[in-house]
């Protein structure tokens, strides 16, 4: 089952962002579906594919982070 699936830290770096994408294109769908706007319902469809995009984005690795604050190169 993979919604059972553990993953790493790391999968989370862009998680804010697509919630947040997320969250827009789901009020923009409904305004489009309430209005009968099939340009609205177009861009929340947009803003969907842009969260999918950010799913290859490259992430921050953790483990440089704690380099650069612990003062190592």
Not at 14 to 29: D, I
Not at 43 to 69: Q, T
């Amino acid at each position: 089952m993979a919604f059972l699936a553990s993953r790493s830290d790391s999968d989370h770096s862009w998680l804010e962002w697509k919630v947040r994408l997320f969250s827009v294109a789901a009020v923009l769908s409904l305004v489009g579906i309430y209005f009968d706007e099939r340009w609205v319902i177009g861009a929340a469809i947009m803003v969907l594919a842009l969260g999918i995009v950010l799913r290859f984005a490259p992430g921050s690795d953790p483990c440089e982070k704690d380099k650069d604050h612990n003062g190592h190169t």
